[in-house]
């Protein structure tokens, strides 16, 4: 069963960056898209960027739009979320999840990560 890990969360001051990595455990190339959720308390699971296997192509939210990047390294099996000009309101656990295509609803991932903490704050 594939697995994954995400690191590099942490706590930065507003205006920061941090850059998250998801290692699955065997390679995953093209078969498989990645989308990264996130979770603040008292609110819903989030999608937050996501891209697909067979092409890379890359998609956002429109409140991460122009702050985040997201890329993969199927050589290292590795999925990257690169997130500068961070807000106190990006403060959430970031889950990575693999699925069969690229969207933004949760429930069609089936595999996910563990998740890291990302505080934003002063």
């Known amino acids: 069963q594939l697995q994954l890990v995400e690191s590099g969360g942490g706590l930065v001051q507003p205006g920061g960056s941090l850059r998250l990595s998801c290692t699955a455990s065997?390679?995953?190339?093209?078969?498989?898209?990645i989308g990264w959720f996130r979770q603040a308390p008292g609110k819903e699971r989030e999608g937050v960027s996501c891209?697909?296997?067979?092409?890379?192509?890359?998609y956002y939210a429109d409140s991460v739009k122009g702050r985040f990047t997201i890329s993969r390294d199927n050589a290292k099996n590795t999925v990257f979320l690169e997130m500068d000009s961070l807000k106190p309101e990006d403060t959430a656990v970031y889950y990575c999840?693999?699925?069969?295509?690229?969207?933004?609803?949760?429930?069609?991932?089936?595999?996910w990560g563990q998740g890291t903490q990302v505080t934003v704050s002063s």
């Open positions: 999840a693999a699925g069969n295509w690229a969207n933004f609803d949760w429930y069609e991932y089936q595999y």
């Open positions: 891209i697909s296997g067979s092409d890379s192509s890359a």
């Open positions: 065997e390679l995953i190339l093209d078969s498989y898209a």
